[in-house]
């Protein structure tokens, strides 16, 4: 194939001009095909991605992109990848996709507030990604990715990431372990003076604490100053997503008060300070509040039902506001 291929090139030099043109044209002239993806695997040929081309009805003929492979010097340097065909493109914009390296961006959102049981279950639903950590425990990822916690809740940063054709969940968690601790470090360089704790995982364990209760970022510092007050007045946070954490799937939605009544280390209401890990996965908002709480007196707070919350600083203030909006 690859001598045909010369031999055309050579004919088209001692022919002249007007079969240089023709060239041209057939490999910028769009294609009449539909919109569709195609794959150049590591290794490929010149030859086997014209005949991928040719297979999928993106070229009716693959000598004229070869040739112009050849004479553009782009022949060797196809890069390995996904790729998107769109009604439209030319033959030789493709080529220039796979020189380039353009291939298909795809993404994955891990949401703030996300439990780590949460992320491997979206994770494991995503078809794009090569699956490897399907069949390990939480121990054998942190194991994976030298990780050097016990547990692995809190420690994966929600964002959106963009990856290409063949990577990993493995991957994709290591990218957002290394963007959490970056990000908790450089909070915990930024916090408040007087904190109830000292190190920055103890920041991130409150900081999955802000995030679970505050719905509006903008109450994240204030409900992180409330516990951060309670914390340093010696009373239990009385937070109800730590119960919920220490519950496990076993919980259905409707927390009842012998639940409260329950002991675990998460049981805020029955042990004083933070649980022992976080309880989700915070993000930058609940990250700023828990190293730099607001300034407030309040120790207490109940939800409106509309998001927001109402702050207390005596119990019976807060008493009222459970009247007002929880048992009305």
Known sequence: MQTAVILILAALICTGGGTIYYLYRAVHVPVPAESSNFLVTSGSSLPDFTRALKKQGIVATEWPLQVWALISGAAGSLKAGEYSFETGDTAAKMLSKVVRGEGVQRKFTILEG?????????????????????????????????????????????????FVHGHTDLDLLRRSALKMSTELQAAWAERAYGLPYDNPYAALIMASIVEKEALLDVEKPTISGVLCNRLHQGMRLQADPTVIYGLGSGFDGDLKRRHLRQDSPYNTYKRKGLPPTPIALPGAAALAAAVNPANTKAIYFVARGDGSHQFSTTLQEHNAAVRTYQLK
């Open 114 to 162: 996300w439990t780590f049981r949460d992320l491997r279950d979206a994770l494991g639903k995503n078809k794009a990604l090569k699956q490897i950590t399907r069949d390990l425990n939480d121990n054998e990822i942190l194991d994976q990715l030298g990780i050097g916690k016990s547990h692995p809740e809190g420690l994966f940063f929600p964002d959106t990431y963009f």
